[in-house]
């Protein structure tokens, strides 16, 4: 069953046009990841999908209701919606408790219910903190307590952890998912930050310059993008200069099979010039030249520990402005300018580069 | 400068996305906008019927010219002083470990709650010898230093340690880092408190009246009070383009100001600045500053009110006085407060080139001497609506255009600490809309909202020039009560109402210096 369902939903603010036709459907007891840069309009979305703007062609449903087809309009207090925006954004005049339990009638307010979800988050004892005497990732725990208290349908996250050290971003996510999935709650959560997405959520969806993918597993956007922009957008990627060959595709890396291409299929009389994606972990890198393979020497090198990635200069680049990205074990050192050889496996994907 | 940008206000959500709501708001704010410029139509108006040859027989005269050496002289000659002494002081209660500074900073911003014809009345009585330019100089000095001190001390409080760290580090001096770190920072800060002081300079009255010394203001004043018409719109027009050119500076300055702070936590403790030996001479400065701006006229009041009355004329009613002064007041601060708040709301909430010019158009306002915007009311209930003429409605208007912008600040900072995200999530959470506003924006923004109160209902109880031209006719106010006792000659008959009037004041003067310590210090999520 879905949660939530919108069908060709526009918005545009005077001139400017920020969302066009936009279709997303949410899975029941699912994390929906809305991943784009910033300006791609996905604080809009979320924004009507809150309430808090309306639409101005389109159709958005939540359960079986229409709250919003630019007729019928649901105001966002009877919408039982969790919104946890940007930075928290905590009500600075009332303590923990009171903020938890702002959405509750009088009496509930500091009753059972709201201490249960303040233990769930894992803040008591600070029930009587006021927002600034609180740290970024406790203040975003309040957040999601509060918004959890109304028994809401969906839980929006706009940008939740965007304001919190990167050290504490992934313990405050980690934890957020948890409690998310304990209580069975669908969330569709906003993000810029393609790690975020990655790691949290179940589907994702991708949102550029007002238009929106259809919802997908996110090994699906890694493994099968649709066009290069965001082949590059969800991951480390090499667009390699090559040309299609029927099923296979021509780089300077070798040839490759194509994924999702039926391996006798017709080879045009002249070869097609495209755009190839190798991924790095696609990639081998051996020291020194050796037989077979590509010689090259390396550029640059990024160490994050786990791994790194290594950035190397083909040795028989006609034009010298070819490079290409290896994710090597973090064990595996690289000096500058050593020479190495690589060696690619795997399929990769193609696109037909427009003819000019 | 060229080429840096301030950073962007922290927002929940983009301005621009609000357009469609508050459309109502826009309207209200329009209208307020609208009526704050009417005195300015009436001056014109009255002007336009004066006709040009008229205007021009009275502007070409040698008094116009003796007028404008008298005032300018005196502008330039205060605001100088003023920004030395409240920049001064600030650095030294802010930056240095002045014994006591805490307290020094209240008594040095005390003044401002005592008006400047109380001060004048206080050196007059004990030195009638003080007069002319010098009194003037030291009598609007002494008055108007807190208008620099106060801004200035909160920029340096405001401002990013780490700046003049960092200059120290590149090597550069004590001296030279205060100039080239600390007095950049708060330029902005000296150069739009100094020329408020000139606003308050050209339309002081009262103070000049009493000092013998003869400005725009007091010109017009004599003017109306012969039923010379011509002669005093033709000076306020005068007296309103000098005051335009002032403010119009004082906006640019405004405009000028970026600042950046290189983390968005709250300000560190500044490591203070030590004295050392210079604690003695800094501490004797401070005790003669505050002897010399409070001591006098509080010491005179004091004993001018022990020693009783010297007056032959009949002793007018204080507690009558005291209610009218406090009535209007009242009624003056919730008027213009509630003036104040959707112009706040829209220019805070829907910034836009539109709203922010609706938004600067209010301020003009504040290049209208109280005497002008009297006049201009004087004017338009004598022509339009009598049955105004002399009212307390008229005056309470009065008071309402005179300390809008007052108002108008304190209400923009008070809304800014309630987002428009937050009132998103109390929605969210199922509470409806009128809850909201009681639950979450009213509570943030009820501090700010009684500042503004306090500013305006403060500014009014003092406020003498535009009182004695619109108060209904038999009833005195705590200040045209001590006015019409000081023209006498009268001292000891006059000093009860000003010390009442100094003690009204001083109330909200406490609360308003305890409000401005809190503002940047209360950062809230």
Known sequence: MTTLSISGVCKSFGTLSVLHDVNLEVADGALTAILGPSGSGKTTLLRIIAGFERVDRGVVRIGDVTVDDGNTYVPPERRRIGYVPQEGALFPHLSVIANVGFGLPRRERRGAAVQHLIAMVGLSGLEDRYPHELSGGQQQRVALARALTVDPELVLLDEPFASLDASLRATVRADVAAILQETGTTAVLVTHDQDEAFTMADHLAIIRAGEITPAAAPQDFYAHPIDPA?????????????????????????????RGVAPDAPIAATPI???????????????????????????????????????????????????????????????????????????????PRPTE | MVGTIAPPE????????RARRGRGLLLVAALVAVVLQLPLLFLVIKAGQVGWDAL?????RHLTATLLWNTVTLLVTVSIACAAIGTAAAWFVERTDLPGRRVWAVLVVLPFAIPDFVIAYGWVSVRPSIHGFQGAVLVMTLALYPLVFL?????????????????????LGRIETFVRVTLAECRVAIFGGSLIVALAVLSEYGAFEILRYRTFTTQIFTEYNVFNQAAAAALSLVLVLICLFVLLGETMARGGARTNRSTRSAARAMARHRLGRATLPVLLGFVALVGLALGVPIGTLVYWTVRGSSSTLPPASIVGAAWHTAYYSACAGALTTALALPVALIAVRQRRRSTALLERSTYIVQALPGLVIALALVFFASRWAAFLYQTPQLLVFAYAFLFFPLALVAVKASVARAPIGLEDVGRSLGRSPVEVFFRVTLPLVAPGLAAAFCLVFLSAVTELTATLVLRPTAVQTLATQFWSYTTNLSYGAAAPYAALLVAIAALPTYVLVRWFERLPGRTGT
């Open chain 2, 151 to 171: 801004p200035v001390a909160a920029s340096l409080r405001g401002a990013d340690p780490a700046q003049e760290e960092i200059a120290r580090g590149l090597g």
């Open chain 1, 230 to 258: 965001m082949a590059a957008f969800v991951g480390e990627a090499n667009l390699l200069s090559g040309t299609i060959e029927g099923a296979f595709a021509n780089t300077l890396l070798g040839r490759f099979p194509i």
């Open chain 1, 273 to 351: 010039g495209a755009t190839v994606l190798v991924r790095p972990e696609q990639i081998d890198v051996c020291a020194g030249h050796g037989a077979g393979g590509l010689a090259g020497r390396v550029v640059r090198s990024d160490y994050h520990g786990h791994d790194a990635l290594v950035t190397i200069a083909p040795m028989d680049d006609a034009d010298g402005n070819e490079r290409i990205v290896a994710r090597v074990a973090g064990t595996q050192g690289f000096e500058r300018d050593a020479p190495v050889t690589l060696r690619a496996r795997g399929s990769v994907l193609a696109w």
């Open chain 2, 56 to 60: 021009s027989a009275i502007l070409f």
């Open chain 2, 10 to 17: 922290p927002q929940l959500a983009p301005p621009r996305l």
